[in-house]
Structure formats: structure tokens, C-alpha cells
């Protein structure tokens, strides 16, 4: 498998129309019996893009939480065509509770850039939230409960292949290489010692040392880390590679991750 060598001053590859997928991730989520969720601040609903879209599981024996959020940069498609697989695979843990963003980036897809039709990233919004998209989704996950471990899905059109980020201060047990040996069968892993300008802890794996307070523009996933999980993973699928592989890549993480928890 070799890289596609088409993305080389930002991602130029395969587009999707969010609005139909998300359709067939409704219906999928509804036929399969989970509770699909529109939250919007009531100072922002006449924004109807900037709603949040959430779907929630839980059975009757689930004792853990795990959240999976996707499609918050406009150029990364594979996210929320992997949450759409596994909504229609129907595969997941008996005693695991859901809740699962499948797009937070809705006016991005259309354009495909990395931030909203305004030219933000969303994911350097969470401190001080200004978008109307990142202002309903914290009001949003204020009201949620605290969750196991997090997930974010993501892509890096400069990567040489997969690759994960894990926030674990309490040394909690790490999913992080159980979801790389998942990934190396259908997806290249990314085996650089420094990827994204970090050091790589292991092949695809950082451990970024950080102090979030320290920083002014939050991702979602320290916002996540700071206030709803001690256990967070960014799963990063490399655009490079036809968009096929880097949904098996995303759906073969999260299949090995719900599996050893
Ligand atoms: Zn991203």
C-alpha cells in the first residue's frame, strides 16, 4: 500500500454530502432502536447548522460510558463514514453505553475545508468558546455524564498512516496499542518518530505531555480530558490512502477499543 501522493499543500481527495449521510446515519440509528438527540442554546436556534446531532445506546447491563465524536474538521470525511459502518454493522458491546457526535462540523463538508463556513477551527474552540457550533456542543456536554474514555476521529492528509494521540494521566489501561495492531492489517501505521511535529511514544502512538491550562486554544479533546473523561484517544487516518482504507483504519481502532474495554 503506498500513499496516493495527491495531498501535498493540504487534502484534495474524495468529498462526501453530509446531509444525505447523516440522513442514513438517522435512520440507521433509529431502526437499530437508539435515541437520536438535536440540541441547540435557545439564543442559537435560528442556526440551525450549529445544532448538535447525537445518538445514544444503553442497555439494560451497561456499566461503562464511551464517547465517539466525529466530523468536526470539513475536509476529513472518513469519521462520520466509519460512525455510519458501525451504526449499520450493529456490532457493539452488550454492557457498553453509547453516545456518539457524528458530525460537528456540518457548513465544513460542503466546502471541504478543515473549518466551519466561517473559517474557524472548531477544534481550537473549546476554551472560550465563540462559534455557535462549539457553544452548543459544551452547553451540550454539560449536561451529559462523565464517560470512560473518549474518542475523537480525525484524518491528517501529511501523515505517512495511521496514527493515535492518548491523553492517560492516571495510567489507566491504555488502549492504544491494541487499537494500532487492529489498525496495521488494513491500514499503514504511521511509524515516524516525530509525527505532526510530536514525538512519536511508539509506532503511531503519542503521548503528548501536556498542561491544557497552559493553552488558549483547546481542541475538543482537552476540553473532554479537562471536564468528562481521564481516558481520551484521537484516532488520526491518513488522507493519503484511497478514503475506503481510512474508514477500515477508523472502524477497526474503534472495534478493538470497545472490544478490550
Ligand atoms: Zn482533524
Given at each position: 500500500?503506498?500513499?496516493?501522493?495527491?495531498?501535498?499543500?493540504?487534502?484534495?481527495?474524495?468529498?462526501?454530502?453530509?446531509?444525505?449521510?447523516?440522513?442514513?446515519?438517522?435512520?440507521?440509528?433509529?431502526?437499530?432502536?437508539?435515541?437520536w438527540e438535536r440540541f441547540t442554546l435557545p439564543q442559537l436556534s435560528h442556526n440551525s447548522t450549529a445544532d448538535v446531532l447525537a445518538l445514544h445506546r444503553s442497555t439494560a447491563t451497561s456499566h461503562r460510558h464511551i464517547y465517539i465524536s466525529a466530523g468536526i474538521h470539513g475536509d476529513e470525511p472518513a469519521g462520520p463514514l466509519a460512525v455510519e459502518r458501525m451504526l449499520i454493522e450493529n456490532r457493539w458491546p452488550a454492557d457498553v453505553a453509547l453516545?456518539?457526535?457524528?458530525?460537528?462540523?456540518?457548513t465544513g463538508f460542503p466546502l471541504s475545508t478543515r473549518e466551519n463556513a466561517t473559517g474557524v477551527d472548531l477544534n481550537r474552540d473549546?476554551?472560550?468558546?465563540?462559534?455557535?457550533?462549539?457553544?452548543?456542543?459544551?452547553?451540550?456536554?454539560?449536561?451529559?455524564?462523565?464517560?470512560d474514555a473518549a474518542f475523537c476521529l480525525h484524518e491528517d492528509w501529511e501523515s505517512q498512516g495511521f496514527y493515535l494521540y492518548e491523553l492517560n494521566p492516571d495510567n489507566r489501561p491504555?488502549?492504544?496499542?491494541?487499537?494500532?495492531?487492529?489498525?496495521?492489517?488494513v491500514c499503514p501505521i504511521d511509524e515516524s518518530?516525530?509525527?505532526?511535529?510530536?514525538?512519536?511514544?511508539?509506532?503511531?502512538?503519542?503521548?503528548?505531555?501536556?498542561?491544557?491550562?497552559?493553552r488558549p486554544d483547546w481542541p475538543e479533546a482537552f476540553y473532554l480530558f479537562q471536564k468528562k473523561t481521564r481516558l481520551s484517544y484521537t484516532l488520526e487516518a491518513p488522507s493519503?490512502?484511497?478514503?475506503?482504507?481510512?474508514?477500515?483504519?477508523?472502524?477497526?481502532?474503534?472495534?478493538?477499543?470497545?472490544?478490550?474495554?
Open positions: 500500500m503506498k500513499r496516493l501522493g495527491h495531498n501535498v499543500s493540504g487534502y484534495s481527495g474524495e468529498t462526501i454530502d453530509i446531509h444525505g449521510l447523516l440522513g442514513r446515519i438517522e435512520s440507521a440509528a433509529l431502526a437499530f432502536g437508539w435515541r453516545t456518539i457526535c457524528p458530525c460537528l462540523n456540518r473549546y476554551r472560550q468558546p465563540r462559534t455557535p457550533e462549539v457553544q452548543n456542543h459544551v452547553a451540550w456536554l454539560e449536561t451529559q455524564p462523565s464517560f491504555s488502549l492504544a496499542q491494541t487499537m494500532v495492531d487492529a489498525v496495521r492489517p518518530p516525530l509525527i505532526d511535529g510530536r514525538e512519536s511514544h511508539s509506532h503511531g502512538i503519542i503521548v503528548p505531555q501536556i498542561d491544557p491550562t497552559l493519503d490512502w484511497p478514503l475506503p482504507i481510512r474508514v477500515n483504519a477508523l472502524v477497526a481502532a474503534m472495534r478493538a477499543a470497545l472490544g478490550a474495554m
